[in-house]
């Protein structure tokens, strides 16, 4: 009896999945102290090793990868692969392993919640957060495959090459992933596997050297499904020009960068330089937009719209009352056909009409410099909702991204601060829609055309819409 035991947990085969995960948008898992740092409370502060390090707890990531495997694999893959409970509880087969991230560069944000009625900044709802702007690790994740699960072992297999995929192409952990945050991505990888009691081939490779990719397994392994793995999402792309100036207002500023000037606000830049706007600056005047819409399809009737609103884009009472959003909306990044320039103004007294004494400030918003072409990229699109065994996007959610995406091509939406003088309006340049599997795009004349469908059914999203919340 005792060596049957021992034969059904004895290792059959060895994955080992490797390679350089980087850091594609910036990144945030908290550490839960909200420390104070250079007399500066922080509400949210990154985790770090003893060494001062940022890293990735392998927690956090297989979390991410756990949900993946159940959303795109089903129940019985989650158990199989990450443990769990049945008729008996059963070891996880996949081990995941912490990513210390080398060259990462912390910078701080901040945040404003907006009231919807008055369109500005709610009193005591400002926050602030730590994020790693720039970074890169190796990631290291190791399946065993036990003597036990051996009429499982092409399951396990084919469901480590879906991972491999996915990551490939893309994953999103940590907080705000719906505005746009912590986009990760693994590149150089190397795939091995090793059938341990069946191969002599591959014991000789695991012992000699198991960190190499090559065994004859993972040739076969790389042959056997060697495709992408994407999420049915709706997805909604457009490149846009200023047609005015636009800022991102932050404090952390380099005054050295402004000639010792008095800068009371500039324009938020990444660790390398580039001017950026963040994803929840955009969703944020998109929430407020789509809101107004509603409103207006809804005759008044605000607790319609709200319903509406947050099942689509999450809300948060407290910690028992919350929706997560499906609405994500990715960062962009200004092209260099920008620049900035000091602008320095007066408070003007709304009763005498004068200039206020000690009241002049001065701002560093950015302009395009040439005109036709674009300056910035907007993506966001809507993951299906999840009911039961149906997994769909509700068409009049559609409706409402379509709607939007118009309003920001007109230049009706405008993103960032001082939009009360004209500041943060776009033009659009060029677009692309991929709805239920067919792909619109439009020109700068609004024109739209679609390679594997009819454009008319565009409008039927929008009257769904109508429909549904009307």
């Known amino acids: 009896m005792e060596n049957n035991v021992i034969s059904e947990a004895a290792v059959y085969s060895h994955i080992i999945l490797e390679g350089k995960l980087v850091v594609m948008s910036p990144l945030c898992i908290g550490d839960g102290s909200g420390e104070e740092s250079q007399n500066n409370s922080k509400d949210i502060r ?7 390090h940022p890293f990735i707890p392998g927690t956090s990531m297989c979390g991410v990868l756990r949900c993946f495997v159940n959303d795109t694999m089903g129940s019985d893959m989650d158990r199989l692969l990450f443990g769990g409970s049945a008729e008996r509880d059963s070891q996880s087969t996949v081990h995941v392993f912490d990513t210390v991230l080398e060259g990462a560069k912390p910078v701080f944000r901040d945040g404003v919640a907006i009231d919807y009625h008055t369109g500005v900044a709610k009193s005591g709802a400002k926050y602030d957060y730590e994020v790693i702007d720039a970074g890169e690790g190796t990631f290291r994740l190791e399946a065993l495959i ?13 469901a480590i090459i879906q991972i491999k995929n996915k990551m490939e192409n893309g994953i999103q952990l940590g907080a705000m992933t719906a505005k746009g945050l912590g986009l990760v991505k693994l590149q150089d990888l190397s795939l091995g596997c090793y059938d341990l009691l069946d191969n002599e081939a591959d014991v000789k490779a695991w012992f000699l050297s198991p960190e190499i990719d090559g065994s004859s397994a993972s040739d076969q392994m790389q042959d056997e499904l060697d495709k992408d793995v994407s999420d049915e999402v709706a997805l909604f792309e457009g490149e846009f020009e200023l047609r005015s100036t636009m800022i991102i207002r932050t404090d952390n500023m380099d ?8 800068i009371d606000k500039v324009f938020l830049k990444n660790s ?3 001017y950026v706007v963040p994803g929840s600056s955009i969703k944020g005047v998109l929430r407020h937009q789509a809101q107004y819409i509603l409103g207006k399809l809804c005759k008044g009737n605000e607790a319609t719209a709200e319903k509406f609103l947050d099942k689509l884009m999450g809300y948060s009472v407290d910690v028992e009352n919350r929706q997560k959003s499906r609405f994500y909306v990715a960062e962009s990044i200004l092209n260099d056909v920008v620049e900035e320039k000091v602008n320095t103004r ?3 007294d709304r009763i005498t009409g004068g200039v206020m004494d ?7 918003p950015v302009f395009q410099k040439e005109k036709g072409c674009s300056a910035m990229k907007i993506k966001f699109c809507i993951k299906p909702e999840k009911n039961k065994d149906e997994v769909r996007i509700n068409p009049a959610e559609i409706g409402l991204a379509l709607l939007l995406f118009r309003d920001l091509w007109q230049g009706r939406i405008a993103i960032g601060g001082e939009t009360g003088v004209g500041r943060g309006t776009l033009k659009g340049i060029s677009g692309n829609f991929t709805i239920d599997g067919c792909k619109y795009t439009m020109n700068v004349n609004g024109e739209i055309a679609c390679e594997n469908g ?3 059914k565009l409008d039927e999203y929008v009257q769904t819409l109508a429909q549904e919340v009307g």
């Open 272 to 274: 390398r330089g580039k």
């Open 454 to 456: 009819n454009v008319s």
């Open 46 to 52: 990154v985790q770090k090793n003893k060494q001062g």
């Open 358 to 364: 000690n009241a002049l400030f001065t701002t560093v």
């Open 146 to 158: 036990r003597q036990c699960q051996r009429d499982n072992k092409e399951k396990i297999r084919k």
């Open 255 to 262: 005054i050295s960068e402004m000639n010792n000037k008095h």
């Open 346 to 348: 007066n408070r003007i």
